[in-house]
């Protein structure tokens, strides 16, 4: 990206709830990125969905709230079309001072997963399914936008509405064109199920871009949307009555030679399929907490809602929690329905992928894929019920121990603990608000 034209640039990386954390600076500071000129501290990267630091956390006083060193990433500079100065966000990653990568840094968490898969000759692809609610949120409670063509607020759900999609044709016009200046591969839009509700498709690609363009595009879409008088939220739950936010992920695997591993040349796929899959499955209960960061998240995970409930998977089933997709044997691939749309798409990826590379590495088997109703069957192992069972299946797992490093289980379990006593704490009309800034 051409940065001579830049008034401002912003220098931010992930925090663990999917925040940007950083800095404004002057463009011409942009050179001296490379040079680890930039700092903040350690400690900024765990704050809570309010951005206050966790109690008790040994990043903050125990250690003098140290700094770390602030590196960019291979993405470089993007532009940031949702703002009316000509600025760029360059994407940053988190290092300690001797060098080594920060691993309370999700960006970081999901190259040390990424890692294990490279030490084998290995590489991951993956592609992200994005929902998002448009709303009104001036008011005490979310309120569904204005139709720009009728002036009225949307009413009623429209599923796969070609009409829908062309009311709000200056947002996805604006949307698509910053999703290309930010080199961002979006695909097909379909209106969706909820009030409001819209999915959009990103590529097939290299699992750490796939994490970086999630990342991107979440900004992307509320920064377009206030542009156009309304708000986008990726919230699981804005409204009791209407469908829920969800992100799906795709994944495969390809060896030295660019072979597919899961492919063996039919629909059933291969053993590697199978043991991840079987991974996936032994630590989906333990993972709840990462696809379900969030009070409200478990308002989405209810039977008859289209997100999954149970460790399940099957072939061509939309009620499993792990989809075997059809279509070309040579795209064999894994779908992970479970993700809420207000997750950390690091930290979602890596233990998603560090799940199943667990699978693989013990030559786990699954039980036989189910048929049907997935929601009708009964004995399935069931993900955690509520905010407060996710975080202690999660802190206690032995398979999160394998998946994810200590650093990163600490943190998460610490910043979702404070959460957790800070909205028991805090009016219940006062949650979504939170929630909706937040995710």
């Known amino acids: 990206m051409d940065l001579s034209a830049l008034r401002t640039i912003r220098i931010a990386a992930c925090d663990l709830n999917g925040q940007m954390r950083g800095k404004r600076l002057p463009a011409g500071l942009a050179d001296k990125l490379g040079e680890g000129a930039a700092r903040m501290p350690l400690s900024v990267l765990n704050v809570d969905i309010w951005g206050r630091d966790i109690e008790d ?47 309370g ?50 009413d009623q759900q429209s599923v796969l509405s070609i009409a829908e999609l062309d009311a709000y044709d200056a947002f996805f016009t604006d949307l698509y064109d910053g999703a290309e200046a930010m080199d961002i591969p979006a695909q097909d839009a379909i209106s969706e199920a909820g009030l409001g509700q819209f999915e959009i498709n990103l590529i097939h690609q290299d699992a750490m871009r796939a994490a970086d363009d999630t990342w991107l595009f979440k900004a992307l879409v509320k920064g377009i949307a206030r542009k156009h008088g309304f708000a986008a939220t990726f919230m699981a739950k804005p409204y009791d009555a209407e469908a829920g936010n969800g992100m799906h992920v795709h994944f495969s695997v390809t060896d030295e030679t660019g072979a597919n591993i899961f492919d063996n040349g039919g629909p059933e796929g291969t053993p590697a ?13 333990d993972s709840t907490l990462v696809f379900a960061p969030h009070g409200n998240s478990y308002a989405r995970l209810v039977p008859g809602a289209h997100a999954p409930t149970s460790a399940a998977w099957a072939y061509e089933n939309r009620t499993a929690a792990i989809r075997i997709p059809g279509g070309n044997h040579k795209a064999r691939r894994i779908e992970h329905r479970v993700s809420g749309g207000d997750i950390n798409p690091y930290l979602m990826l890596a233990t ?56 990163a289980i600490r943190n998460l379990v610490m910043t979702k603990r404070q959460e957790l006593a800070g909205f028991t704490a805090k009016p219940q009309d006062s949650h979504w608000l939170s929630w909706l800034e937040s995710v």
């Open 57 to 103: 956390s040994p990043l903050v006083f125990e250690t003098g709230d140290a700094d770390g060193i602030l590196m960019p990433t291979e993405r470089g500079a993007v532009p940031m079309p949702w703002l009316a100065t000509p600025s760029a966000l360059v994407p940053m990653t988190m290092m300690l001072e001797d060098g080594r990568p920060f691993l």
């Open 273 to 285: 399929l199978h043991s991840a899959v079987a991974g996936c499955l032994a630590a989906m209960r």
């Open 105 to 154: 840094d999700p960006r970081q968490v999901l190259s040390h997963v990424m890692q294990r898969y490279s030490d084998r000759g290995w590489s991951v692809s993956a592609a992200t399914e994005l929902e998002f609610i448009l709303i009104d949120d001036g008011g005490a409670q979310p309120l569904p936008p204005i139709d720009p063509l009728t002036g009225r607020a949307l």
């Open 352 to 407: 998603v992928l560090g799940a199943a590379l667990v699978g693989i590495e013990d030559a786990m088997t699954p039980p036989p894929p189910s048929d049907g109703n997935i929601y009708e069957i009964e004995g399935l192992p069931q993900l955690a019920s509520d905010w407060g069972e996710a975080i202690d299946l999660f802190e206690n797992s032995p398979l999160i121990a394998r998946i994810l490093p200590p650093m």
